[in-house]
């Protein structure tokens, strides 16, 4: 029953900046990590950045120094702060939340949102 939804994407020119906002449309809890995900037009989804419930962050090399994920639990949010932007950034950028359950890990997804980076 929760939903998660993205904002933020865009057309920017190369070296521009963007941030990404996603925010769960009702209460959800015990998330262990909110992270964020992207998929270019052939290619397969990878992972771009995620961080633990504990604030530690990872991230994807090729980001590294340019992006920066960030999450407000009061908010049920994650945001991706991305600066620098390349053209090879352009894909559709979908964030994730993974939930503890008692059997398990469960994953929730958002619907996407189109970062184009461009000239």
């Known amino acids: 029953q929760v939903q998660l939804v993205e904002s933020g994407g865009g057309l920017v020119q190369p070296g521009g900046s963007l941030k990404l906002s996603c925010r769960a449309s009702?209460?959800?809890?015990?998330?262990?990590?909110m992270g964020w995900y992207r998929q270019a037009p052939g290619k397969q989804r990878e992972m771009v950045a995620g961080?633990?419930?504990?604030?530690?962050?990872n991230y994807q090399d090729s980001v590294k120094g340019r992006f920066t994920i960030s999450r407000d639990d009061d908010k049920n949010a994650v945001y991706l702060q991305m600066n620098s932007l390349k053209p090879e950034d352009t894909a559709v950028y979908h964030c994730?939340?993974?939930?503890?359950?008692?059997?398990?890990?469960?994953?929730?997804w958002g619907q996407g949102t189109q970062v184009t980076v461009s000239s």
């Open positions: 009702g209460s959800i809890f015990n998330i262990l990590r």
């Open positions: 994730n939340f993974k939930k503890l359950m008692g059997s398990g890990i469960a994953d929730y």
């Open positions: 961080i633990s419930s504990g604030g530690n962050t």
